[in-house]
């Protein structure tokens, strides 16, 4: 029901021009920012929704403005809307005005238009001299439910330590090994490609490689072209439809046998999202943990209080896939077989109400939380002769 998105970049700079002045190359990291000003550790309360992290920004001492926190994205993303707002300045290049090539997670690869951002504060830590893209993000404001102003890729905290504490929902920003963390349970090398993170897990008899992607809310994806490799205890079926920059398509989820391990990390028979994307983990896996990243040593921790295996419970559904409508929530998609399915609801139609309240009133995770604690949902759907009531069972999509 809840809807991802992922990103990485490519792009290459040579002498960049910004009002009137001529910077070299090495002045402008390929994605991190040119200084980082921090004077003491600072801790940042944050937002989670759709599990994933979002924080509150200032760019050049306007805002605020709502972003996510997104590994999986080696640049940082602003809407035009706030990129006209803080007045960003185009990068241009010999008097050529320059654009990224951008590949998002199924391998779709588009052209957006470069800026560079004076200054982008995080509770009182100023990154100053920020290349990022602009890139419209209506989609994810209606999937989330909330408008999403930016996001803030891997490569703008390439000179801190950068700690997404998702039990305690605080990012903490630090020049050195934060203090008062959890124990560390894991200590991974992270290779990085097309400027993001990358580490190493075991999966049944396989080692492989996997993004971690603090952007996208599954657990644990694999790419199709893997599924026969592996042992299944639920079969691939249809599942949810994902959302990638600019685009949404259909996803497949199952449960394997075994376990996920990383670096003694374990999950038993994860839950699995599979696509045309490469493989990754993502906060379904992670949220238990206060995640550190340290790009300079190449290096990701894994820090909880508990020594236990990471839970993968089941898949919850009644069979839709939402985004936000301003009267409510609109179907996107109806997973095949589904409850929904059965009872004809079809894609397009709003969703009025939930359990009796309108559906404005809910969250995206609010309707997960209901849907993951109770039997039944209860929802009035608008129909070209009014509206229908409909009690729609609760589906067990990945037992």
């Not at 290779?191 to 897990?201: I, W």
């Not at 404005?360 to 509206?387: C, F, K, M, N, Y």
Request: with cysteine; charged share 20%; aromatic share 8%.
């Amino acid at each position: 029901m809840l809807a991802r998105f992922r990103l990485f970049f490519r792009s290459t700079a040579y002498l960049t021009i910004i009002a009137g002045f001529a910077l070299p190359a090495y002045a402008i990291h390929e994605t991190g920012p040119v200084f980082t000003r921090i004077s003491e550790p600072t801790s940042i309360p944050t937002e989670i929704s759709c599990h994933a992290m979002y924080v509150s920004v200032m760019i050049k001492d306007k805002g605020p403005f709502r972003m996510l926190i997104d590994t999986g994205c080696s640049v940082s993303l602003v809407s035009p809307a706030v990129a006209q707002a803080v007045e960003a300045h185009d990068v241009n290049i010999d008097g050529e005005y320059q654009e990224d090539v951008v590949v998002n997670g199924v391998g779709d690869s588009s052209s957006l238009p470069r800026v560079l951002l004076d200054s982008v504060v995080i509770g009182g830590v100023r990154f100053e001299g920020v290349i990022a893209d602009v890139q419209s993000l209506d989609l994810q404001s209606k999937i989330d439910g909330r408008a999403v102003d930016g996001i803030l890729g891997y490569g703008l905290f390439a000179d801190v330590y950068c700690a997404l504490d998702f039990p305690n929902r605080r990012l903490i920003l630090s020049a050195d090994w934060p203090k008062d963390l959890p124990p560390v349970r894991a200590a991974l090398t992270v290779t990085e490609r097309n400027l993001v993170p990358y580490v190493s897990a075991k999966l049944q008899d396989w080692t492989i490689e996997v993004m971690v992607d603090t952007g996208a809310n599954q657990g644990l994806q694999l790419s199709s072209e893997g599924v026969g490799l592996f042992k299944w205890k639920t079969e691939p079926r249809p599942g949810s439809l994902i959302a990638l920059i600019g685009e949404t398509g259909r996803g497949w989820v199952g449960r394997l046998e075994g376990e996920l391990d990383l670096g003694g990390v374990r999950q038993l028979d994860p839950s699995v999202a599979i696509s045309r994307g490469r493989p990754s983990i993502g906060v379904g896996l992670l949220q238990p943990f206060c995640v550190v990243f340290h790009e300079a040593e190449n290096k990701l921790w894994l820090c909880s209080t508990s020594d236990g295996p990471v839970p993968s419970p089941s898949e919850r559904s009644i069979g839709l896939s939402l985004y936000s409508d301003d009267a409510g929530w609109r179907v996107a998609g109806i997973i095949p077989g589904s409850p929904a399915e059965k009872a004809h609801v079809n894609t397009g139609q709003l969703v009025t109400q939930i359990e009796g309240r309108p559906a404005r009133a809910w969250s995206r995770d609010q309707i997960q939380d209901w849907i993951d604690t109770h039997d039944d949902v209860e929802l009035a759907i608008a129909e070209p002769t009014g509206q229908r009531d409909l009690k729609l069972r609760v589906w067990s999509l990945v037992p």
